[in-house]
């Protein structure tokens, strides 16, 4: 069974421009959600998508977006890029629907902004 | 706003020894999950405790939940250098599902040989 692939793995951008970010969930899961990582705040919700809609949404700017397509993939988009949007972009696959369930990590992407 | 602490945030420990770490919420939760991450990679579940009491154990970790105290220890016996590594424990404060997890700020371990 294939587990969540993100793309691209690494990325440099220059301040200003804009990135797209891609994540393909595991088979038969409807839920992406996206996590940002970085050393100094840690680990925190970007948003949560859910049959093409947004469900959840954390405490980032507007600059930070994103969508989800019928078949499940979702991409984040971050547009006017800063210094302090460098940091590892991990997206989470999740089977909703019942209790047990878990959270399934991709192997991220890693945004670095010069 | 759900805050979650965990500590300590930095662990050496010899192989061979015991020793837990701790999460602590703030909010009313009864999803508690655990997970690795290694330099450089992703998250790796570990555990996933769903209720008051629940107890789960895989090799030398055991991780369990008491959601009156909203606390949850992962517990390592005899360690291994193969444990080292960063572990999060992640509450979920959605409705339903985790599919909005607060992360706490990890405990990075080293086992020394």
């Known amino acids: 069974k294939a587990g969540v692939t993100q793309t691209p793995r690494y990325l440099i951008k220059t301040r200003g421009q804009q990135v797209t970010l891609s994540c393909s969930p595991i088979s038969g899961h409807r839920s992406v959600s996206w996590y940002q990582q970085t050393p100094g705040q840690g680990l925190q919700f970007l948003f949560e998508y859910f049959s093409e809609t947004q469900r959840n949404k954390g405490n980032f700017p507007g600059r930070f977006s994103g969508r989800q397509f019928s078949n499940s993939r979702s991409e984040m988009n971050v547009s006017t890029l800063e210094l302090g949007d460098s940091a590892l972009y991990l997206c989470?696959?999740?089977?909703?629907?019942?209790?047990?369930?878990?959270?399934?990590f991709g192997q991220g992407t890693r945004l670095t902004v010069v | 706003e759900l805050k979650v602490e965990q500590n300590p945030l930095f662990l050496s420990m010899q192989e061979g020894k015991n020793y837990t770490i701790y999460c602590n919420y703030s909010?009313?939760?009864?999803?508690l999950y655990w997970y690795r991450q290694d330099p450089g990679k992703s998250l790796e579940s570990l555990f996933v405790l769903l209720s008051n009491g629940a107890v789960k154990q895989e090799g030398r970790l055991m991780a369990s939940l008491d959601t009156k105290a909203r606390l949850s220890t992962l517990h390592i016996t005899a360690a291994v250098h193969d444990l080292s590594a960063t572990y999060f424990c992640a509450v979920d404060s959605a409705n339903f599902g985790n599919e909005k997890l607060t992360f706490g700020t990890g405990t990075r371990l080293t086992i020394i040989p």
């Open positions: 989470a696959s999740t089977w909703t629907g019942r209790l047990n369930t878990e959270a399934f």
């Open positions: 909010t009313t939760s009864d999803r």
